[in-house]
């Protein structure tokens, strides 16, 4: 009788064990609080100064002497990337931690729309301004080198970049000719190859 009381005894220990086991394997992981950054550009009353906000904390990045604005933000490790520019004519700029680097245009000033960064490298796509000759040509810098995606005979537009591995994806819309007439068409470049998505 001892030994079957003993039995029982230990029964309900290696239940209680497992059970105590189980619940542990269930509890929660803490949560780890991210760092949420925003760009864009507020109005001092006379021109547009570019803003970063960290968790709802403002940071100016111009001194609103002349128009400003940002597009994109994008964070790698400590640094911090945002796409944007100088004037609506047309200067496109990188700031790296706070730090403004110009972006080179084909003559007749730039757009800066997307910011993205991939081993090291950092992808910023946009497009050159027309001038009076030609269409917009789509632009694809990589650190601060340009490429365009386009022959400017008709519009095209970059507005966002992604880079995996060794593939680097622009998204955008362009011109073409269909029939005549002028129609646009989403389009998505591929390491430079366009891949026509939609178009009306």
């Given at each position: 009788m001892k030994r079957i009381k003993?039995?029982?005894?230990?029964?309900i220990l290696v239940i209680v064990a497992s059970c105590s086991k189980k619940n542990n394997a269930f509890v929660s992981p803490p949560v780890v609080a991210k760092d949420v950054y925003v760009a864009g550009f507020e109005n001092n009353g006379t021109n547009n100064v570019v803003k970063v906000w960290k968790n709802g904390i403002a940071a100016t990045l111009t001194d609103g002497s002349t128009g400003a604005y940002?597009?994109?933000?994008?964070?790698?490790d400590t640094n911090v990337y945002i796409a944007g520019g100088y004037d609506y004519a047309g200067v496109a700029k990188l700031w790296t931690n706070g730090l403004i680097a110009p972006l080179p245009d084909a003559g007749n000033g730039a757009v800066a729309q997307s910011v993205f960064v991939n081993d090291n490298d950092v992808y910023?796509?946009?497009f050159y301004y027309a001038g009076n000759t030609s269409g917009n040509e789509a632009v694809l810098w990589?650190?601060?080198?340009?490429?365009s995606l386009t022959d400017g005979q008709y519009s095209a537009?970059?507005?966002s970049v992604f880079a995996s591995g060794t593939d680097v994806y622009v998204a955008g819309s362009q011109t073409v000719i269909v029939g005549g007439f002028q129609a646009s068409e989403a389009v998505l470049w591929k390491n430079g190859m366009a891949n026509p998505a939609y178009r009306w």
């Open positions: 003993l039995l029982s005894s230990l029964a940002a597009n994109s933000v994008f964070v790698s910023t796509a946009g990589k650190n601060g080198v340009a490429t537009f970059a507005y």
